[in-house]
């Protein structure tokens, strides 16, 4: 392996992995070993650290296997945790972005386990880029830096608008046409990119008279994979526009199936697009970094290149010799210039002489068209939902007058126009949708809104000239230690802090945001106190706050890593939170174990933050304690913030400051609930108002009309009327949905989730009389904080729960049981009559409280 600044990691433990069965059409694999690859030591290293990795901390790598059906071949594909790879060092063993590999079993070892030593040997068979960076994105990638660790010349390629497709050969014959992560069909899709790239590639193939074996033939003997993007705008629209004549495969690269990244030249590459009917890559070439600023600034200027718009470049460059030297300093990775302070330059994660790529980007008209797409997405959904009246986007979204502008417009077309928006969220239409938005923009209606709209500030963000502001926000699981650091770093340097824990509005999300976006009046810095464990979340935090500072708003993730097992994590935060009792506002230890719960929900719905989330992401551990996460907080901070690094007498001091830390609302020491009988959703309706409604129409059953005037008369409908959605006689055969519920539960603490419940009939027996239940679905207005356990709660109702799910309206006399009403809407729902029937109710939808009950 190339000499890198790349972690080690230990050999694998083998263990099978999951397969996932799919279907690659026009496709013919043999499973012999007659024409393969020569066998590479460095495939063998770098596959065993794969799997070591993907096995212990398998939510950094996966590694996803594809069958191919009347075959024992199995490729793997490995996935890595984007945002990591802008660590240095990275903790992958390979900055590789689309890398598929095969197990090649000895001969009379084909049952053996993947990897076990002597059964056989890995191959890489498709080889994708490295992953390389915008301007500015990480630190090696700045103009200074480059200008250092960097060497002529500098090949320009156009940034293409498209999916990247690889082509490798498995053998002399054999063919395999994938996308980034995935190959043949995908769920859900009735064309997947990887299968449109096979269409394409065949019709390139038949231009220029050849075939597919000829093109594996080619591709074999050279150990090649060939990486191209799919533009084709009637399968996919992006931002740019591609002619029919430009629409296809285009051909940009040709890399070699190796550990270390090493791709052929542009020349070589165009020559061989050319050969076998690829559309080619335009290009430029320079020989100094100044002249590449210097043309990509006046392409930005312009707009365009050549006479077509350009999104931006891609530059593949060499890494040079050159020792770091002092250059401009900027605040963390992505962050403004440090007036009059220097930094050592950053290197490149390759040693000198390697292949290096980085990107530029034009931002504008790009960004702007990207936010009318996102804009027009949010407002269909919100349509979808009856939000549409009054729905608008967040102030930082709307910070450009022609924004504002298209969200007028967009509205109008939903309302009035929405057939020309069909298509829209599966990428149709998009390109289309804008140019009638730029026309509309050239009448007489769209001139005089755009003018008003010109005449009005989009927000404080672009007028807010005062310091620099930064948002510490943590990214964990309940139990991690957040608010122990933010403590301690309170202490330490005088940061605001605040919680969400002590919000007691029932919308507790924005009167957070809104708590943390009021203490940079008097703070610089403030630690955004919640688990932001899903990009919901943090989204709100991040346009509030940058509606508010703009460009001066530096945000900074503490993202508490999972490099640890599942197992070992869930132990170690259910151990804290035992261990601090009652002082916590809503999550509590108790007999049941129902916190361990509320971990394994937030574990399972937890979502990395993205590098573009954003402006530094600093990992934290979980196994560490309070100094050790401490002191790993103030070394990530510290550098960003030009903040000076306390003596560990200081920190041991903040520490034990957090450590005697009592939250402010808890009073008496609260003795741990008991759990309920059952967990049930209790909408707040007057039955006998409600209900009668429906007897008082035409064709209703005598037998109803007696029933309900019995009910009525002798007082016998239910006082506290409420759908069970689990029995504690049920937990052991739906023990999953018992510890949703549960978690729920414990995580909401005073505040009472709401759920929305559809009533679709109301049915009856002699006995009995009740509402049936056709959906449960989560509430709109659902508290972000414990939206993902309350889907979880839905996701898991078995099919036998749903059969009888209802709300007892009441019973003919006293000695009747209410429970009753479930076994009659059971078989009621199954096509049994036994005396049972019913009226419709079309669809009544109700909110309702979801509780845990006692009685």
């Known amino acids: 392996m190339a000499p890198s600044r790349y972690s080690t990691l230990e050999p694998a433990d083998h263990k099978e992995d999951d397969v996932d069965d799919v279907q690659i059409d026009k496709l013919n694999l043999s499973d012999t070993a007659d024409e393969i690859v020569p066998p590479r030591a460095d495939d063998a290293s770098l596959i065993r650290e794969l799997r070591s990795l993907a096995k212990k901390q398998p939510k950094l790598v996966r590694g996803k296997k594809y069958a191919i059906p009347g075959q024992s071949i199995e490729l793997t594909s490995w996935k890595m945790t984007e945002w990591m790879y802008t660590k240095s060092p990275c903790p992958f063993p390979t900055l590789a972005r689309g890398l598929f590999t095969r197990w090649i079993p000895a001969q009379g070892h084909e049952n053996d386990p993947e990897g076990a030593s002597g059964a056989g040997r890995d191959q890489i068979v498709v080889r994708g880029y490295d992953k390389f960076f915008n301007m500015n994105e990480v630190k090696w990638n700045t103009w200074e830096a480059l200008e250092v660790h960097t060497t002529s010349p500098y090949t320009l390629t156009l940034k293409s608008n498209g999916c990247i497709i690889f082509m490798a050969a498995l053998t002399s014959t054999e063919l395999i046409v994938t996308s980034k992560h995935a190959l043949g069909e995908i769920e859900g899709a009735s064309v997947s990119h990887a299968q449109k790239g096979e269409e394409w590639l065949e019709r390139h193939l038949k231009t220029v008279g050849k075939t597919k074996e000829e093109f594996a033939k080619a591709l074999f003997e050279r150990d090649l994979t060939a990486v191209a993007e799919l533009c084709d705008d009637s399968f996919e629209e992006h931002v740019l526009p591609y002619s029919k004549e430009m629409t296809g495969l285009h051909l940009h690269g040709l890399n070699e199936r190796r550990v270390e990244f090493s791709t052929l030249g542009n020349d070589e590459v165009a020559a061989f697009a050319r050969e076998w009917g690829f559309i080619t890559t335009a290009a430029i070439t320079f020989n100094t970094i100044e002249e590449v600023k210097k043309f990509t600034d006046g392409v930005a200027k312009e707009g365009k290149w050549r006479g077509e718009p350009v999104e931006g470049f891609v530059v593949r460059t060499k890494v040079s010799d050159r020792p770091p030297q002092l250059v401009q300093a900027y605040r963390g990775t992505r962050g403004e210039r440090i007036a009059d302070k220097q930094e050592l330059s950053t290197p490149p994660p390759y040693a000198p002489g390697s292949t290096f790529f980085f990107k530029i980007k034009f931002e504008e008209p790009y960004l702007m068209y990207r936010e009318w797409r996102e804009v027009t997405k949010k407002m269909l959904a919100a349509d979808k939902k009856g939000q549409l009246r009054g729905f608008k986007p967040s102030g930082y979204t709307l910070r450009r007058p022609e924004t504002r502008a298209y969200h007028y417009w967009v509205e109008i077309q939903i309302r009035h126009n929405p057939e020309s928006l069909n298509g ?39 007028s807010y000239k ?111 939170i035992a261990a601090r009792g009652a002082n916590h506002q809503t999550l509590h230890a108790d007999n ?72 402010k609302s808890i009073g008496a020491k609260k003795t741990a609930l008991k759990p309920p009988r059952y967990y049930a959703l209790v909408p707040g309706i007057d039955i ?80 009995v009389m009740a509402l049936s239940v056709s959906k449960v679905e989560i509430h709109r207005e659902f508290e972000e904080e414990h939206r993902q356990l309350a889907e979880a709660v839905v996701e898991h109702i078995p099919e036998k729960i749903t059969n009888r799910l209802h709300l007892t309206v009441g019973t003919r006399e006293e000695g009747i049981n209410a429970f009753e009403a479930a076994a009659m809407v059971t078989e009621w729902r199954n096509g049994a009559n036994n005396g049972v029937q019913s009226i419709p109710l079309g669809n009544f939808v109700v909110e309702a409280r979801f509780l845990g009950k006692y009685s």
């Open 424 to 462: 829209f969220n599966e990428g149709h239409g998009i390109i289309a949708t804008r140019e009638r938005f730029l026309e509309w923009c050239k009448t007489p209606e769209g001139e005089a809104i755009l003018q008003k709209e010109r005449g009005q500030s989009g927000g404080d963000a672009g």
């Open 466 to 576: 005062g310091s620099q502001k930064t948002m510490i926000m943590p990214v964990a699981i309940p139990g991690s230690g957040k608010t122990a650091v933010a403590l301690a770093l309170q202490h330490l340097y005088g940061i605001g802090h605040t919680q969400s824990d002590d919000v007691k509005q029932k919308k507790t999300g924005p009167q957070f945001v809104k708590n943390v976006v009021e203490l940079f009046v008097n703070h610089d810095i403030v630690f955004a106190d919640r688990n932001n464990h899903i990009r919901h979340l943090r989204d709100s935090l991040k346009e509030a706050f940058k509606e508010k500072y703009g460009d001066k708003g530096h945000i900074i993730a503490l993202q508490w890593v999972f490099n640890d097992t599942t197992k070992n994590i869930n132990d170690i935060c259910a151990e804290r």
């Open 592 to 663: 049941q174990d129902s916190h361990r719960g509320v971990i394994s929900q937030f574990f399972s719905s937890f979502e990395e933050v993205e590098a573009e989330e954003v402006d530094d992401i600093i990992d934290m551990e979980y196994t560490d304690t309070l100094e050790q996460s401490v002191k790993r907080a103030i070394s990530g901070i510290a550098p960003i913030l030009d903040l000076g690094v306390p003596e560990d007498q200081k920190i041991n001091e903040a520490c034990n400051v957090a450590r005697s830390y009592t939250v």
């Open 688 to 767: 006998e108002k409600q209900i009668g409604r429906a007897f008082n129409g035409e064709h209703v059953p005598d037998s109803g009309a007696k029933m309900w005037s019995s009910l009525v008369n002798d007082k016998r409908i239910a006082g506290s009327p409420h759908v069970t959605l689990i029995h504690v006689k049920e937990k052991k055969e739906s023990e999953a949905l018992w510890e949703r519920c549960q978690a729920l539960r414990k995580s909401a603490g005073e505040i009472e989730p709401t759920f929305k419940v559809t009533f679709d009939h109301v049915v009856w027996n002699d006995n």
